[in-house]
């Protein structure tokens, strides 16, 4: 139990605490005044806009003389959400800061350079969809001829990879030279330049 009290959260111990997004986690940290040993510490987390929190299972907690801090990386771009610390003292569990909204930036569409490069005969090239849609993979000649087009077709938010075998959309073997790889999903649109040598 949280206790009898209508705001539970502990105040006299706590020194600081932030939450923040970083990179691709979110980060808690917090400083106590003191602390016993046998206090154990858990991270709850709500998806906005519910209010239910739930415990993190087996998120780890590290400890630094009296300064905690724990990483969320189970997080979900595009979502926001809220934090509990809650500490058990003797039995007792209570609130120990709660967070406000916390967003985690939609990520943007990336498009990586192809591996290896220069390649022979084929090369593998990555990329990240910020959301599910229809994708269009090509390839051109430094013309700016397409001479293949790789993927075409809906998918999934995530990474992703596709190979190019060197062979133009008949089937024949592409000549050595500079190509560019481009990736197109709704409105958004990312080429790069990779290097064949037969």
């Not at 923040?20 to 400083?31: A, C």
């Not at 005044?33 to 206090?39: A, P």
Request: charged residues 25%; contains cysteine.
């Amino acid at each position: 139990l949280l206790g009898e009290e209508e705001d539970p959260t502990v105040g006299t111990v706590l020194q600081m605490s932030s939450v923040s997004f970083e990179n691709d986690h979110i980060e808690l940290h917090w400083v106590l005044d003191s602390v016993d040993d046998e206090d154990l510490f858990t991270v709850h987390r709500s998806h906005e806009p519910s209010n239910v929190f739930s415990c993190l299972e087996g998120i780890p907690i590290y400890r630094e003389d009296l300064g905690f801090w724990a990483r969320d990386e189970s997080i979900e771009a595009g979502e926001t959400y809220r934090y509990r610390v809650i500490v058990e003292h003797s039995g007792d569990r209570s609130i120990l800061f709660e967070s406000g909204p916390v967003p985690a930036p939609q990520m943007p569409m990336k498009l990586g350079q192809n591996r290896p490069n220069p390649f022979n005969p084929s090369t593998v090239i990555e990329y990240y969809l910020p959301g599910a849609g229809h994708v269009t993979r090509d390839v051109f000649d430094s013309a700016g001829r397409r001479i293949a087009r790789l993927v075409d077709s809906r998918q999934e938010k995530g990474d992703h990879s596709v190979e190019w075998n060197g062979l133009d959309s008949e089937g024949r073997s592409a000549s050595s030279g500079v190509y560019f790889y481009r990736i197109s999903s709704g409105k958004e649109s990312l080429a790069r330049k990779m290097i064949l040598i037969r």
